[in-house]
């Protein structure tokens, strides 16, 4: 009887950590979609998943919570991170709709799944919490393999196809065909040389500035920015950060600093000088 009655109810522990981080999950999920920058959506995105993670190992989904973490949080969505941070995506890229209608389309099928997804679970009822022991009867790792590759094969390879398809189908839309033949490495120095550019490589950013980050453009030692600093598709957004102002007020203060020195080195040598012949 008593065993009956814990598959039926809940212990205080986990009506907590259910109500917590399930606060935290769908704080995060919101956060993704309404956040302006995308850096903090990716935050707010890897904290949900996080937290998923610590659902499935709560529930007994040890190789499932690892994998959460260390593959999805840990790898994919820090590389969507770095990614978008080297990139500058900012708040203003998605303001620009390349296909009309296309957020009043996204809104109904938002809404109209989420009145399916509300409609199946309120019709869902559970009554039996049986099959986790005996999945995980040899091991969690074992009973998850046993039934990807028994029960559903089928759903996890066409699963597998879709996500293929959809990376190639990525890299497809992305691919541009060269019109003309890609000019040499000796061809493009011979150019820059002809048309009297920037011969050498061109300066890192941030360099004599405050700060080091790909939007930030390098400071001459007059304290002027270099444009060639920073990335070109970044020049042509105007996404360069300017701290110009601010470097060259460090820059006084370095040289007043300077000067305020040297001139207690000139006076100090002429000081102990006299004190030398008065002591005479």
């Known amino acids: 009887m008593s065993a009956q009655l814990a598959a039926y109810s809940t212990s205080t522990g986990e009506a907590v950590q259910f109500w917590v981080l399930g606060t935290v999950a769908v704080l995060g999920a919101l956060g993704t979609v309404l956040m302006k920058r995308a850096v903090h959506s990716a935050l707010s995105l890897a904290g949900t998943m996080i937290v998923l993670a610590v659902f499935y190992l709560a529930n007994g989904a040890y190789f499932l919570g690892i994998v959460q973490i260390v593959v999805y949080t840990g790898a994919i969505m820090m590389l969507f991170l770095f990614v978008v941070m080297l990139v500058?995506?900012?708040?203003?890229?998605?303001?620009?709709?390349?296909?009309?209608?296309?957020?009043?389309?996204?809104?109904?099928?938002?809404?109209?799944?989420?009145?399916?997804?509300?409609?199946?679970?309120?019709?869902?009822?559970?009554?039996?919490?049986?099959?986790?022991?005996?999945?995980?009867?040899?091991?969690?790792?074992?009973?998850?393999?046993?039934?990807?590759?028994?029960?559903?094969?089928?759903?996890?390879?066409?699963?597998?196809?879709?996500?293929?398809?959809?990376?190639?189908?990525?890299?497809?839309?992305?691919?541009?065909?060269?019109?003309?033949?890609?000019?040499?490495?000796?061809?493009?120095?011979?150019?820059?040389?002809?048309?009297?550019?920037?011969?050498?490589?061109?300066?890192?950013?941030?360099?004599?500035?405050?700060?080091?980050?790909?939007?930030?453009?390098?400071?001459?030692?007059?304290?002027?920015?270099?444009?060639?600093?920073?990335?070109?598709?970044?020049?042509?957004?105007?996404?360069?950060?300017?701290?110009?102002?601010?470097a060259l007020n460090d820059l006084r203060a370095l040289e007043q600093r300077a000067e305020e020195r040297l001139e207690r080195t000139g006076i100090e040598p002429a000081h102990f000088k006299r004190t030398e012949e008065a002591s005479k």
């Open 88 to 246: 500058g995506v900012t708040a203003a890229d998605s303001l620009k709709e390349t296909i009309k209608g296309q957020r009043w389309l996204a809104l109904l099928s938002g809404v109209g799944f989420g009145v399916l997804l509300i409609g199946g679970i309120g019709n869902a009822s559970l009554k039996d919490f049986d099959g986790l022991g005996q999945a995980n009867a040899n091991g969690n790792v074992e009973g998850l393999a046993a039934l990807i590759f028994t029960k559903y094969v089928f759903a996890f390879e066409i699963t597998g196809a879709l996500l293929i398809t959809a990376a190639v189908g990525a890299m497809v839309l992305t691919h541009r065909e060269r019109t003309e033949r890609a000019k040499t490495q000796r061809e493009l120095s011979e150019q820059r040389v002809r048309e009297g550019r920037h011969v050498p490589p061109l300066p890192a950013p941030g360099v004599y500035a405050r700060h080091n980050a790909v939007d930030i453009a390098g400071l001459l030692p007059d304290g002027t920015p270099a444009e060639l600093t920073v990335n070109k598709t970044l020049r042509d957004r105007g996404q360069i950060r300017d701290v110009s102002a601010e």
